[in-house]
């Protein structure tokens, strides 16, 4: 396996093989107290190496062949990315049933945390704050969809893959479910994977992978991040399970500023705020071929972040100033809003053809 230390040029530092022994002597020997989580496919466990840097050590639990696929592809494609947004990976440890990936250490948790934790959130500069990881994540995804060669597809993009740093910078995570491009468009995938509540429809219709997927996921977490809502809520009525689908409802009776998170209300200037619910409505439409392209998505976001940190970009602004900060030229199409399907909250959907 030794010669296996040759992989990875992208990871900036270098891809190390680490041994059993020093993973063990990292964590205490795995031990309960330095657990950071757990998950579908293992544990991950914080360490510290001997030159003291702090890591995450992903101990998976599986075993199948289908299983060893997943966990390869991540460190392929994980090796191969250096971007200040993507979680590094530093290494492996593959002479064992039971293989390990060694990531660098993030310390501020999931952006689901950070929505939904209760804490964090509550600064006078937090509509800034999410504007700001919404674009490096998007920028993320967009350098992995137009940069990376072969382009690569997340497949699992949620508010839960995605890692905030200690200056709450983004970096997306959780690349098991992750594909290389294929050459052939008409290449169709045999299973499905994905989180309810984030998971494109045309996707789980079609069982083919696509760029438009990420844009349709990444526009979920868009309006995660906007309402603090989550995706998929059982308390109500059926037709109000999906956060998608309300919104859709309240975006045709243009009534959709009720749903947003109440600091968004306040801070956002109306222009901004027509402009990002155009932006998330066309990143969760229904057909595949209206989404923006990441690339696109990551430009709007940018720019939106600096329409909101300029004055004019508050509310009472003059709404011609607002056009010539956003792109008078912006064009966009009606909305045509369509049901989503409710599928169960936090679940991981697979489907075998």
């Known amino acids: 396996m030794r010669s296996y230390s040759g992989v990875a040029g992208g990871g900036g530092g270098g891809f190390k093989i680490f041994s059993e022994e020093e993973l063990k002597k990292a964590t205490n020997n795995f031990a309960a107290d330095q657990i950071l989580g757990r998950g579908g496919h293992g544990i991950v466990y914080r360490g510290v190496l001997e030159d003291k840097t702090i890591v995450a050590i992903k101990k998976s639990k599986m075993m199948e062949a289908t299983e060893t696929k997943e966990f390869a592809r991540e460190m392929l494609i994980l ?11 530093h290494g492996c440890f593959l002479e064992v049933e039971v293989p390990m990936l060694v990531y660098e250490y993030v310390s501020n ?4 945390h950070y929505i939904h934790g209760g804490e964090g959130l509550d600064t006078n ?3 800034d704050t999410r504007l700001r990881i919404a674009a490096e994540s998007a920028e993320a995804l967009s350098y992995m969809h137009s940069s990376a060669s072969p382009p690569i597809l997340h497949g699992d993009v949620k508010t ?6 200690g200056t709450l910078t983004a970096k997306v995570s959780d690349f098991g479910a992750s594909k290389l491009q294929p050459s052939d468009e008409a290449e169709i995938a045999t299973l499905v994977q994905g989180t309810c509540g984030y ?8 069982c083919q992978l696509t760029d438009k997927s990420d844009v349709y996921s990444f526009g979920v977490v868009l309006l995660e991040l906007l309402t603090r809502k989550k995706v998929l809520c059982f308390d109500g009525p059926e037709e109000d399970r999906s956060l998608v689908s309300r919104f859709t409802t309240v975006v045709k009776a243009d009534q959709h500023d009720k749903l947003l998170d109440d600091q968004v209300r306040t801070e956002m200037g109306p222009e ?5 619910t155009h932006l998330v409505m066309h990143c969760v439409g229904m057909i595949r071929e209206e989404r923006p392209s990441m690339k696109q998505v990551a430009e709007e976001l940018e720019a939106l972040r600096r329409y909101h940190r300029h004055p004019w970009g508050q509310a009472g602004a003059d709404p ?22 409710d599928l169960e909250e936090g679940s991981t959907y697979i489907f075998s053809l």
């Open 79 to 89: 090796s191969q990315i250096n971007h200040r947004n993507v979680v590094k990976l």
């Open 320 to 341: 011609e100033e607002g056009q010539s900060l956003l792109g008078e030229e912006q064009q966009h199409d009606t909305f045509r809003p369509q049901d989503v399907l």
């Open 160 to 165: 839960a893959s995605i890692l905030l740093d």
């Open 199 to 206: 998971l494109d429809p045309e996707y789980l219709m079609t």
């Open 125 to 127: 500069k937090a509509l």
């Open 109 to 112: 948790g999931t952006l689901y």
């Open 272 to 276: 901004a705020l027509e402009e990002v």
